[in-house]
């Protein structure tokens, strides 16, 4: 079992700036892709951000290419993601995922969640 535990949502400006942060623990031995979801009302979450075990790859999807960077964090088992210039559109609840795969884009992909952190863009 891993546990993940998201933090670092808030209130923000559009073109503002916020940092996620997932704490991963238990069998964090193993090597998981690690991947950022989003979700809005009574939408399927989509994946935005993933970086794999060793961080050697990342990917992205359109809508927040170059504006977000998904990065291992300097502390064991964390996994962050940096996301400046943020819009009205980027307002969701955020999800950190894991999964044994790298490439999955379907939430049905990976193994294990946080309970999300709510990110809150106004203009």
């Known amino acids: 079992q891993v546990q993940l535990v998201e933090s670092g949502g808030g209130l923000v400006q559009t073109g503002g700036s916020l940092r996620l942060s997932c704490a991963a623990s238990?069998?964090?031995?193993?090597?998981?892709?690690m991947a950022w979801f989003r979700q809005y009302p009574g939408k399927e979450r989509e994946r935005i951000a993933a970086?794999?075990?060793?961080?050697?790859?990342?990917d992205y999807d359109d809508s927040v290419k170059g504006r977000f960077t998904i990065s291992r964090g300097s502390a064991k088992n964390t996994v962050l993601l940096q996301m400046n210039n943020l819009k009205s559109e980027d307002t969701a609840r955020y999800y950190c995922?894991?999964?044994?795969?790298?490439?999955?884009?379907?939430?049905?992909?990976?193994?294990?969640w946080g309970q999300g952190t709510q990110v809150t863009v106004s203009s």
């Open positions: 238990g069998r964090t031995s193993s090597r998981y892709t």
């Open positions: 970086i794999s075990w060793s961080g050697g790859s990342t």
């Open positions: 995922a894991a999964g044994r795969v790298w490439g999955g884009i379907q939430a049905r992909e990976y193994d294990y």
